[in-house]
């Protein structure tokens, strides 16, 4: 049995796993900068290596649970959710973000460095090339590629108002950060919508999403960009 799916060539697949190394970078950096300008006990590097560390043996769970065919029945909810992203939002939204250290890192992490993170849901380019590959249905590829490009090309505007503190800056963070919420819940409701369809009339599905390397979209990205997101609500309500 291979691991890579063998619906799409090989280079694409590895590409979207060099990708997948740049948000588990742009995390791990904003945390190791917070932790310096807290100025914490722990060094910055060690949080900045137990990021990493954390999301290495999740992701290699992802990949042995992928491998041995726990996500490929399809069913609703789909496995991949139950047995990877769930858990991972509990631990994320549930656990980490109501921690004294996570709590002390944002209140010393500059809004603007919270919002330049989303720039890697460039990585949505991935959603479009899936749809060309008619691996999931044109309308999801659509939505999820071209909403997460969105939301992370106006990161930048976003970032810029708040580094150079514009007028009404605060207001547009409110904004897109309530729109970056709203697409990763619209493709995952998508996610949801289709693998249903699928289920009761066959046709196109989102099943590559259950496959490797792609599992790790559905795995990795609507936990953590949750998570984010809720980093950046935290910041805004304690802003003066």
């Not at 060539?9 to 932790?35: D, E, Y």
């Not at 963070?173 to 729109?179: G, R, S, V």
């Not at 699928?198 to 559905?218: A, K, N, R, W, Y």
Request: overall charge positive.
């Amino acid at each position: 049995m291979d691991l890579f799916t063998h619906k799409i060539p090989f280079w694409i697949s590895l590409l979207f796993l060099f990708a997948m190394l740049i948000p588990i970078n742009l995390v791990a950096s904003a945390a190791r900068r917070g932790t310096e300008r807290a100025e914490l006990p722990i060094k910055s590097i060690n949080m900045y290596g137990g990021i990493v560390l954390f999301y290495a043996i999740y992701l290699l769970y992802v990949t042995i649970a992928c491998y041995q065919g726990l996500f490929s029945e399809v069913t609703l909810p789909p496995k991949i959710m139950l047995f990877t992203a769930f858990p991972l939002l509990l631990f994320l939204g549930g656990v980490v973000f109501n921690l004294p250290i996570t709590k002390q890192i944002l209140a010393a992490t500059p809004i603007e460095n919270l919002v330049i993170i989303h720039l890697f849901r460039l990585i949505g380019t991935f959603f479009l090339i899936l749809g060309d590959y008619a691996l999931v249905p044109p309308l999801f590829s659509i939505f999820a590629g071209f909403g997460d490009i969105a939301i992370a090309l106006t990161s930048i505007g976003v970032y810029r108002m708040n580094l150079l503190k514009l007028p009404n800056a605060k207001i547009y963070t409110w904004l897109w950060n309530t729109a970056g919420l709203f697409d990763i819940l619209l493709t995952s409701f998508m996610a949801f919508w289709y693998t249903k369809k699928s289920i009761d009339e066959g046709g196109i599905g989102v099943e590559i999403l259950t496959e490797f390397p792609f599992c790790f979209f559905p795995a990795f990205a609507p936990a953590t960009i949750f998570f984010l997101h809720l980093c950046i609500y935290r910041k805004l309500l304690s802003a003066k």
